[in-house]
């Protein structure tokens, strides 16, 4: 099916008012850069839903409502900003189950710019195959993005069970894997660490993912 057709609009607009929805419940909670994270997935795919529209009514109240939202997300922006400027800012992100428009890409595309070179990464939560996983996507977008990150610092603490072997042997291949890439990963455990928590070095932000 064409993304342009009727089907792909029907399908579109839903995910496009529960994400709007949620910018607006998570704004009115002054929790901004994660309500700036729904505001932008929200108008991303309300535009692709104007594009597919052929009502020209419809056209214009979309166009109405993508004007007003884009208008609140520079606001947040600019709020963003100034904060940063009376190192006042702090970004802490709660994702909810199930929620959506938290990819690494979103979250972390206002830190991860050329002059970012090292990572400090402490999630006691690096065990499982899937959270081994996530680690490695993570990696992979910092290899990918404009930063040029040469150290990441990984502190996490070790399986308890029978994936202990599991846990260290992937984090041993994802070592390697970066090595190609000129990049060193440090990795530490502890048994004491509960929360997860991101730091890059340019600015010294903190990031912190519940």
């Not at 400027?85 to 992100?93: F, M, N, R």
């Not at 970066?178 to 990049?183: A, E, P, S, V, W």
Request: hydrophobic share 35%.
């Amino acid at each position: 099916m064409s993304q342009d057709g009727p089907g792909a609009v029907a399908a579109l607009e839903p995910a496009a008012v529960a994400a709007l929805r949620r910018a607006v419940e998570l704004d009115s909670a002054s929790r901004f850069q994660e309500s700036l994270v729904c505001y932008q997935e929200g108008i991303d795919l309300l535009l692709q839903v104007l594009k597919g529209t052929k009502d020209e009514t419809k056209k214009s109240h979309y166009r109405q409502k993508i004007s007003a939202y884009m208008e609140r997300a520079e606001a947040i922006k600019k709020c963003i900003a100034k904060e940063r400027e009376d190192g006042k800012y702090h970004k802490q992100i709660k994702i909810e189950e199930n929620a959506t428009g938290f990819s690494y890409e979103k979250v972390f595309q206002d830190y991860l710019n050329e002059t970012v070179t090292e990572v400090w990464v402490e999630d006691p939560y690096i065990r499982h195959i899937h959270q081994l996983y996530n680690f490695l996507r993570f990696c992979e977008m910092l290899v990918k993005g404009p930063c040029k990150v040469r150290t990441i610092h990984l502190r996490t603490s070790y399986d308890d069970g029978n994936g202990k072997n599991q846990q260290t042997s992937c984090l041993e291949e994802i070592k390697q894997s970066l090595k190609n890439y000129g990049i060193t990963l440090n990795v530490s455990f502890s048994s004491s660490i509960h929360d997860r928590e991101i730091k890059v070095d340019f600015v010294l932000d903190t990031v912190t993912l519940i």
